[in-house]
């Protein structure tokens, strides 16, 4: 089980690292292809999208290392924290799914539970 925690706490900061990423390309896209687009009336809309958006996956992204780093240290509260990041990403369909199945998987177990109080 423990190997378990330790893949999934990489797999977490894996997927925070590219959260943060997607954000960050997300700002910058949205705005230099507003302002490519020279379009007056476009520009407001991008910028709100992207800030939105990009905001959105940062913090997401930062709540996965976050969770990642407490599992790697077996942090007492990185179990209750990944179990709801779990379940907040199996909406994204596939790549959250299989993480947060997964991640479920290894979590619920009682021997889980033992390591990380």
Known sequence: MELH???????Y??????A???GIVILVLFAVGGILAGEVRALPILAVIATLLGSLLLTIGVA???CGWGLLAR????RVFAIIMAIIGLINIPFGTALGIY???VLLRPEAEQLLT
């Open 64 to 66: 996965k290392l976050i």
């Open 5 to 11: 925690i330790k893949i999934l706490g990489i797999l």
């Open 75 to 78: 942090k007492k509260w990185s």
């Open 13 to 18: 900061l894996i997927s925070g690292i590219l």
């Open 20 to 22: 943060i990423f997607g």
């Open 103 to 105: 991640a479920l998987w």
